[in-house]
């Protein structure tokens, strides 16, 4: 166990120390988010939705009211009716009726909700009448997991694989094959290290902007530090598998970003998946990002516990299984001459 | 004196290159054992196998009569041709770090003292000179007090001055008993430091021996340097030579008879110098070329 930490406490020192590389880790995803609250801050949606519980879209057609003739307007079908509610909470529609039972719901914190609300009481006097207050999700709410994850993924992904690359490169992964340290001992604390790194990053952001941005947090902060431990984990893992052979920081260095664009891209960092092809789909669901994202903002938007994002948990688990006893086996110390 | 190690029908084979071509040797408890060689001789190759670090192609090394265990490296001290530390730790903090690794370790002080790290403790690793990084990587050598120490070309590089220090630190290292294998292309340092020597070319061992016996062995008497501009002189009479780069060198066993020819020959003694052949000479008559080429 001395051995462990002995690098766990070296490779800790040798991060904080390395100031440039330190500020950038906050710099970073601060900038990103707050880019991002600024360049998105207010809805251009153009048309107003309205969602429809029990009543498939078809059906809609055959009630004749001239409510359902209104122009701009979007009609959408719901049969979840705490999942439609949800929506009328964060104001993703704008007011959602149910026909068949004759009742409403509507965002009293919302304009274009009560816009709605007007003229379907004109046209549907008697409806009951139901009242949510949640806020607005804003483009920043949804798109700071995903910035946070990305840089999660960087961190991850070139804070260990590029390092240890470099370290065989250079000779010191050769200097400590010379001792008793074992891989397993060396490649453990090279984990928990950039785990306690990125977490620690991860949460600072995290924290300092919700305090001034005050995201859209419905869910367990605890669920989300296990969806971002299980992430964070998956992604060292897969750094160490592309880093257990090579002594070329090029060739790293490209395999890392072969990895990490297609990520940032398909994962779901910067816009949703909702509509994309059933192919791009199930491509992004081979990338461990995917999971972390879905899961995190189901906790956070939707408000789920752990149960719902089981899959996504398990499929994080067993990347990480597969990819740290893949890279253990294929570990090697030195860049020894074939 | 007991075997410590024990090298026996060594090779190393890679796709088109043999570096290290069957060799064998043993290496005693207490002395300072030389690889000796030009670049890319298998100098390298060799102890890097000795050292664990690189498996053979064939053959098999003991160490105290036994193969290389993985508790090996509890017992032995390594310092490598190239090496880095991990960056941002001070040299205390590297040295530290290194001593959790093992079972005994020397204490910091001890090691500080033993290799003149005084003035640089606190210094970030990145931050030293080329011969106080060599003096902290013997450190680290040193520092589970192994039974042997490994030296890879440990003074390539350094300035005359950071030699001598080093060798001195050897030295000291060699008087507490403790086996010493020692890879260099420096003559001198293998004249003053080594007990015995292999010298190596090619991938085999071409010479072995204690210094002062090769030298014996191989050189009659003194040599006699010349400016090389005197050379077709000295092809008409028929005389035994050397060329080493400008100079002319013939072997004399009888100091006062060589002059007596040459001056015979009006053979100008301008810029003549009398020594005694070290391990370079002995090289270059082994192998027809120089030892840095």
Redesign the interface.
Known sequence: M??F???L???N??FL??RAALAWNFVFPVLLIFGFSFMFNDDARSLHKVGVLHTSLTNIESIDNPFLQLKHFQFVSYNDESEAVLKVDQHKIDLLVDFNNKRYWVNETSARGYIVETLLTNYFPNFDRSQTSGRAIRYVDWVMPGILGMNMMFSCLFGVGYVIVR?RK???L??F?????TAFEFLSAQIVSRLIIVMLVTSIVFFGSHLLLDFYILGSLFNLLIVGMLGASSMIAMSLLIASKSASEEFAGGLLNFLSWPMMLLSGVWFSLEGAPEVVKSIAQIFPLTHMLDAARAIMTDGVGLAAVSGHLIVLAIMTIVFLAASSWMFSW?N??? | MADILQIKNLSKR??KTVAVDDISFNVKQGQCFGLLGPNGAGKTTTIEMM????PPSSGEILFEGKPID?NY??RVG?Q?Q????????TVK?TL???A????QSLSSAQLIEMCALQEIVDRDTRKLSGGQRQRLLLA?AMLNDPKIIFLDEPTTGLDPQSRRNFWQLIDNIKRQNKTVLLTTHYMDEAESLCDEIVIMDTGKIIQRGTPNTLLKDHFDGVLVTLPISIEPKLKSMQLDYLRNNQVVEIMSANVDQTIRTLLENEVPLEGMQVRSPNLEDLFIKLTGHQLRG
């Open positions: 001395n051995k930490f002995a690098i406490n070296a490779r020192k040798e120390r390395d370290y250079n000779g010191v050769k200097r094959q010379a001792t008793p340290l030195g020894n001459r074939t | 890679y796709a050292e664990g670090i690189l993985k490296y509890q390594i490598f190239h090496t880095a530390i991990q960056d941002f730790l903090e530290s770090m290194f959790n690794f093992y079972k680290l």
